[in-house]
């Protein structure tokens, strides 16, 4: 699972803890990539 910038749409894994940031364009408004499916699935 990664994050998508609003900005360009590029698409990138997370950096690190806290602080997300587009490593192509430097935006910092971002949404989380999701997985296409429907239910969730417990593997705990
Ligand atoms: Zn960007």
Request: glycine share 12%; charged share 25%; hydrophobic share 30%.
């Given at each position: 699972m990664?994050y998508?910038?609003?900005h360009c749409?590029?698409?990138f ?8 940031r587009?490593?192509y ?6 949404a989380?990539e ?11």
């Amino acid at each position: 699972m990664g994050y998508v910038c609003l900005h360009c749409g590029k698409k990138f894994k997370e950096l690190g803890h806290g602080f997300i940031r587009c490593q192509y364009c430097g935006y910092r408004v971002l949404a989380k990539e999701r997985a296409p499916i429907a239910r969730e699935i417990s593997t705990n």
